[in-house]
């Protein structure tokens, strides 16, 4: 990857402080005010024992995935295809792949980094164990970082202006945060709800991270929602993307 690219991506996102906010600060930020409430840090029968702190933790990590994914990167790839960014790097060295995955990399990136900011803080705040299962954490979440970000590049591929990118990163930003357990746990759903839930990226990613979280492995079925929704949706971002 052109590393000039790749710096000058990195400073464009320092000086956008709406999306260091959102994506690097605002999930601990949602952490500690639910981890502030009293029953948040008493154990539920209905969570297996854990406390709700405990279980959204994996919650926030998702969360600065989902905002990085499906409403930063569409933003600014459409942004660079409607400013005619892309048409003119086309005609330079700089090779397409190398523009194309240098804000997937920084957005990438920046959300790991707000993921383990997350788990810091619910170590040292509200005394939330860290993933007992750190390997099978780690590939859970380089699966659903994948997954994020191949719907982000549908997203992109499918608006021809930022305008419709926000509008179609909206439509998709709420379906996945409540798949990801934002609003209730995906172990405290209705049976038949939760199974469906768990064959969308973030809801399998919500079962695999809480799995490795607890000590487990996460479920081969999980991980294989997760790797096969990436496959599919960077298919699709491939097949349907434009350069202006």
């Known amino acids: 990857m052109n590393t000039a690219v790749l710096r000058t991506e990195f400073r464009l996102f320092r000086r956008e402080p709406a999306a ?11 952490l500690v005010i639910l981890g502030s409430i009293p ?3 008493e154990a539920d029968k209905s969570l297996g024992g854990l406390r709700p702190v405990d279980a959204y933790v994996p919650i926030t990590v998702l969360v600065a995935l989902i905002m990085s994914g499906v409403q930063s990167l569409p933003q600014v790839l459409t942004g660079h295809r409607e400013r005619g960014i892309l048409r003119r790097m086309r005609l330079t060295p700089v090779r397409p792949s190398a523009l194309l995955s240098a804000p997937m990399v920084v957005l990438g990136t920046v959300a790991l980094g ?14 939330v164990r ?20 191949a719907l982000g590049s549908v997203v992109s591929a499918l608006s021809r202006t930022t305008k419709m990118a926000s509008a179609i990163g909206s439509a998709v930003f709420f379906p996945m945060m409540f798949c990801a357990g934002v609003w209730l746990p995906v172990q405290e759903m209705p049976h038949t ?7 969308t990226p973030f809801g399998a990613a919500a079962r695999a991270l809480g799995e490795a979280a ?10 294989g929602v997760l790797a096969g929704w ?4 960077t298919a699709g971002a491939a097949r349907w993307f434009r350069w202006e």
């Open 193 to 199: 709800l939760a199974r469906v839930v768990q064959l």
């Open 230 to 233: 990436t496959v599919l949706l």
């Open 39 to 41: 029953s948040f840090r």
């Open 114 to 127: 707000s993921a383990l900011l997350a788990l810091v803080v619910g170590r040292l705040a509200f005394d």
């Open 20 to 30: 260091v906010f959102w994506i690097f600060l605002f999930p601990t930020l949602l």
């Open 214 to 223: 607890s000590g487990d492995w996460p479920g081969w079925g999980h991980l």
């Open 130 to 149: 860290l993933p007992e299962q750190p390997a099978g954490y780690l590939l859970a979440l380089l699966l659903t970082t994948g997954a994020a970000l």
